[in-house]
């Protein structure tokens, strides 16, 4: 990614006005488990749509710490807050005629109690969807201020003191939450077909599929069926999240308009699928990585690249991890 050696866009979260009348918290510890840490993402500069990396100039614990002084008005207490961080991302996307920007933002809070253990205080999976002729500032301002009050509304209350979490248990707290939903922790999955990924996960099928198509000898399916009134019945593949057969789970790729097989690795489900955009290293991974959030967005190119995608446990987004080359396509 020779673009991104040379231009680089800095992000500050801006500071509020306003200061809150209570606060239970002045310190906050951050645990960056973001996929790529060595930025936030990329956007588009000038009149070329030149494209650079976000890079904060300002390391992001010094900015969510600056926040938080801020913030609080002179009567904070001296709690401590830490947040998961899984998603701080920028994107952009060029379409006819106008830009869309995108910020994602994901993460857990946690608030910290007096025998030194974490209670779980809240959770945020959102994003922001942006269209004018120039979105960069606009995008930023917005993600800025999607940061900012995700940690005010939470500073002013004190976290349920339910649960007991280590530092520890709060750096793995994805295989915490993965345990509790039925894709992660079954040995095996029900055969069936998944209207979307919240039936998936509980593994509670939605249809039964018969006899599906493969596309030669290769692990995907082009064809899926249902039996209606004593007969076969082709299902509309565009309306299915999943389908899994002999116990083999397959997503729906919409750029094949087929579904390719999944394998579990780590804890997580991988598989390759292609993705569209105008360069290789610039609105496929920008788009990708939003697929399924915001309505499986698809870069505005023609031309369809083979990644290796990742089951977002979350919400079902599939999170690009690496681009494929020709002997590992499928």
């Known amino acids: 990614m020779l673009f991104s050696q040379k231009r680089v866009e800095d992000f500050t979260i801006s500071l509020p006005d306003q200061k809150l009348e209570k606060s239970y918290y002045k310190t906050i510890t951050l645990i960056d488990n973001r996929i790529d840490t060595t930025s936030l993402g990329i956007v588009q500069k000038g009149a070329f749509n030149a494209k650079a ?39 952009e996307v060029t379409g006819a005629f106008s ?31 942006h269209s004018s002729m120039d979105v960069t500032k606009a995008t930023m301002k917005k993600g800025s201020e999607m940061v900012s009050n995700f940690i005010s509304k939470n500073i002013s209350k004190k976290a349920p003191e339910t649960n007991h979490y280590t530092l520890e248990d709060i750096r793995n707290f994805d295989d915490i ?3 509790k939903l039925s894709l992660y922790s079954s040995e095996v999955l029900k055969d069936g077909l998944y209207k979307d990924y919240h039936s998936f996960k509980n ?8 006899n599906p198509k493969f596309y030669g000898k290769s692990s995907k399916i082009i064809k899926i069926y249902e039996i209606m009134d004593g007969k076969e019945k082709e299902v509309k593949k565009n309306d299915t999240y999943a389908v899994v057969y002999q116990g083999i789970p397959y997503i729906y790729v919409p750029v094949e308009n087929l579904f ?19 360069a ?23 031309t369809a690249y083979p990644f290796e995608l990742k089951v977002d446990y979350m919400n079902g987004a599939l999170i690009p991890i690496k681009e494929v080359e020709k002997a590992e396509k499928l």
């Open 53 to 91: 990396r976000v890079v904060p100039t300002n390391s992001l614990q010094n900015q969510f710490q600056n926040l938080l002084q801020h913030i609080n008005g002179a009567d904070a207490e001296n709690g401590t807050i830490v947040m998961h961080l899984k998603q701080l991302y920028f994107a």
């Open 99 to 129: 830009e869309h920007g995108y910020c994602y933002f994901q993460a857990y809070l946690f608030a910290k109690n007096d025998d030194g253990t974490y209670s779980y205080l809240d959770t945020i999976d959102s994003v922001i969807d």
């Open 177 to 179: 939450e993965k345990q």
């Open 203 to 210: 593994q509670i099928p939605d249809k039964e599929v018969v």
């Open 260 to 278: 390719t097989k999944a394998e579990k690795r780590d804890g997580d489900f991988y598989f390759i699928g292609k993705v569209k955009g105008t």
């Open 280 to 302: 290789k290293t610039g609105n496929v991974i920008t788009a990708a990585v939003f697929f399924g959030i915001v309505g499986g967005l698809i870069a505005s190119g023609t």
